[in-house]
């Protein structure tokens, strides 16, 4: 465990919270005209798939922040 605090825990934070500001955006804007015209179900399917998408980069970016490295 680390004693003194690191820079990378805030920028990580703080690049986390604008990077999926810009996937909703993104997704909002380009997808919305083609998701709104299939059935709800179909849109529900999508809008979860979409929803986890963004967890899986997650992993190396939290191992980024806690030790500087990109890899386990």
């Known amino acids: ?7 990378r825990i805030p920028v990580g934070i703080i690049g986390l919270f604008f990077g999926l500001i ?3 955006v993104l997704i909002a804007v380009y997808l ?8 709800w179900w179909v849109q529900t399917i999508v809008y979860i798939v979409l929803g986890v998408i963004w967890i899986l980069p997650l992993k190396r970016f ?3 922040m806690e030790t500087g490295k990109w890899g386990a």
């Open 22 to 24: 810009i996937y909703g």
């Open 62 to 64: 939290l191992i980024w």
């Open 1 to 7: 465990m680390r004693e003194t605090p690191t820079w």
């Open 32 to 39: 919305a005209d083609i998701l709104g015209a299939l059935p």
